[in-house]
C-alpha cells in the first residue's frame, strides 16, 4: 500500500476494504506539493473566455504565467483574451502601493483596445499591500463609461475553488443589461463549458438542431453583450458544476431562473444532457428532435468505437481531474471501450461527489481528493494502470511511470465534448495505450515485475 501523509489519511480510500466517509473540501497539507492551483488560477481560467473585454493582472508578473495561451479556448470574433496584460508590480509598489500603476494601465489599455469591459485580478501581493482595487475600478468605469470589475482573488490559502467563486461574482455583475433584444420561449444560457476547441460551437449545434436558443455561454466565446441579456433564459445548464454552480444560485435567487446540471462528455452523459433540457420544456417536437439527433450521433460514431473497444478490452486507467463531474463522465466513458478505472480522484469534489464514484467504480478502485504526485503516481502504479488521464500537471507523472496519458484539462486542443468528442477521446486513449514504446519504459517494467 501506498505511504499517505497522516494528515490526509481519510482523504484516500479503497472502495470495498475503507468505510469511513471520505473528507475533502479542506485546505491543502502543508508539504504535500497539492495537484491543486491557486485562488488567482481559478478565477481567472473561468473569466478568460470572454473574448471582447481586457484582462488585466494587478500582481508582480509572475502570476502572468497562468495566463499566456492557458487555456484552449477559442473565439469566434474577438482575440483581446489571448494578450496577456499586467501591473508587473515590483519592489517600488510593494512599498508606496500600486493604485497609480493599475489606474494608468486601465486607461492605457481601454484607449488602446476599446473592449466591451476590463476585469481586474487582485492577486495575493495586493492583498497584503492594502491597494484598494474597487476604487480604481470605480473611477475608470465612471470616467469611460464600461464595466470595470474588480475580481477578488487574493489568498495564499485558498484555492482554486475560491476563485471559481470570486468568477462567479464578476460575472454575475454583467447580468441583467439587456432587456430589450428579443429572446425565445425556448432559451438557455450554458454556465462552465469553456469552448476548448471549439466544444461550445459542438453543443449549441446540438441545441439548435433540437429548437433551442442558447442566450449565452458563460464563460466559453464568450461576449460582454450575451452575458448582459443572461437573466431573461428560461433556464441554466450547468456543465462545470465545481466552477459555475455558484453563479447559478444566485441567478436563480435574483432572476428565479432554474438550473440543472449536466455533463457533455461520454455517450450517456451527453444524451442525457440533451434529453434533460427537452423534458424542462415539455415541447413533444423538441422531444422527437432530440431522439433523431442522438440516434443519428450514436449511429456515426458506434461502428468506430467498437473497433477501439476490441484492442482496449481490460485495460486499467487511473483518473485525476480538476471538476469530479468530468470523472463522472470519464468513468463511464472507459466503461464504454471496454475499460476500467482503477485510480480517480478530484481536486474540488464534495463529499456527495464521492459517494455517487463509489456507486459507479468498481471493487478495490482508489478514490482520492486532494492529492499529490507521489501519492498519484504509487497508486497508479500499484495498480497496474495502463493510462492517466488528467492535466498539464499530471502528464509527466504518465511518462515517468511509462504509461499512456490523455489530457482532459483546459490546455487541450482536442474537442472532448459531445458525440464527436467521445470519437475523439476514443482515438486518443487508443493510440496512447496501445502504443509500443511503453514496453521499453523501466519504470514499467519494474511495477510489473513486483505484481509478479
Request: with cysteine.
Amino acid at each position: 500500500m501506498v505511504e499517505v501523509l497522516e494528515a490526509r489519511k481519510r482523504q484516500v480510500l479503497e472502495k470495498g476494504r475503507d468505510t469511513f466517509a471520505l473528507q475533502c473540501e479542506k485546505a491543502s497539507a502543508a508539504g504535500s506539493v497539492s495537484q491543486r492551483a491557486c485562488v488567482f488560477c481559478g478565477s481567472r481560467v473561468v473569466l478568460y473566455p470572454i473574448a471582447d473585454a481586457v484582462h488585466l493582472i494587478h500582481g508582480p508578473i509572475g502570476c502572468a504565467a497562468y495566463t499566456w495561451e492557458l487555456r484552449g479556448s477559442l473565439s469566434s470574433g474577438p482575440e483581446l483574451h489571448r494578450l496577456s496584460f499586467s501591473t508587473d508590480l515590483r519592489e517600488k509598489e510593494v512599498i508606496y502601493g500600486g493604485e497609480k500603476k493599475l489606474y494608468a494601465a486601465l486607461n492605457e489599455l481601454i484607449a488602446e483596445y476599446k473592449p466591451n469591459a476590463a476585469f481586474v485580478y487582485g492577486t495575493c501581493i495586493v492583498g497584503l499591500i492594502g491597494d484598494d482595487v474597487e476604487a480604481v475600478c470605480r473611477r475608470v468605469e465612471n470616467e469611460r463609461g464600461i464595466p470595470v470589475i474588480p475580481v477578488h482573488s487574493e489568498g495564499f490559502k485558498g484555492t482554486k475553488k475560491d476563485g471559481y467563486k470570486a468568477a462567479c461574482e464578476a460575472a454575475f455583475l454583467l447580468t441583467g443589461k439587456d432587456n430589450v433584444t428579443p429572446v425565445s420561449d425556448c432559451a438557455i444560457n450554458i454556465l462552465g463549458e469553456f469552448n476548448l476547441a471549439g466544444e461550445t460551437w459542438i453543443v449549441k449545434d446540438y441545441y439548435r438542431r433540437m429548437g433551442v436558443e442558447v442566450v449565452s455561454c458563460i464563460t466559453g466565446d464568450g461576449r460582454v453583450a450575451e452575458i448582459g441579456k443572461a437573466h431573461r433564459a428560461k433556464l441554466n445548464v450547468v456543465q462545470c458544476s465545481g466552477s459555475m454552480t455558484h453563479l447559478a444560485k444566485m441567478m436563480k435567487e435574483k432572476y428565479g431562473i432554474p438550473f440543472i446540471r449536466v455533463s457533455y462528455f461520454g455517450i450517456e452523459d451527453m444524451s442525457k444532457a440533451l434529453y434533460d433540457v427537452a423534458e424542462f420544456f415539455k415541447d413533444e417536437a423538441m422531444r422527437k428532435n432530440t431522439e433523431d439527433l442522438v440516434r443519428s450521433e450514436l449511429l456515426a460514431i458506434l461502428p468506430t468505437l467498437e473497433r477501439y473497444r476490441k484492442d482496449l478490452k481490460g485495460k486499467k486507467a487511473g483518473i485525476y481531474v480538476g471538476g469530479s463531474f468530468k470523472a463522472f463522465s470519464m468513468v463511464k466513458a472507459l466503461r464504454h471501450l471496454g475499460m476500467q478505472t482503477v485510480v480517480v480522484g478530484s481536486q474540488t469534489g464534495s463529499a456527495d461527489d464521492y459517494e455517487y464514484l463509489k456507486e459507479i467504480t468498481d471493487e478495490g478502485t482508489i478514490i482520492l481528493d486532494d492529492t499529490n504526485p507521489l501519492e498519484l503516481a504509487g497508486f497508479v502504479l500499484e495498480k497496474g494502470a495502463d493510462l492517466l488521464i488528467g492535466g498539464v500537471k499530471e502528464r509527466p507523472i504518465a511518462y515517468k511511470m511509462g504509461i499512456g496519458f490523455c489530457d482532459h484539462n483546459h490546455e487541450r486542443k482536442e474537442a472532448l465534448a459531445g458525440f464527436v468528442g467521445m470519437l475523439n477521446f476514443a482515438k486518443e486513449v487508443h493510440s496512447s495505450v496501445t502504443s509500443p514504446v511503453w514496453k521499453y519504459s523501466p519504470a514499467r517494467i519494474k511495477a510489473q515485475e513486483a505484481r509478479r
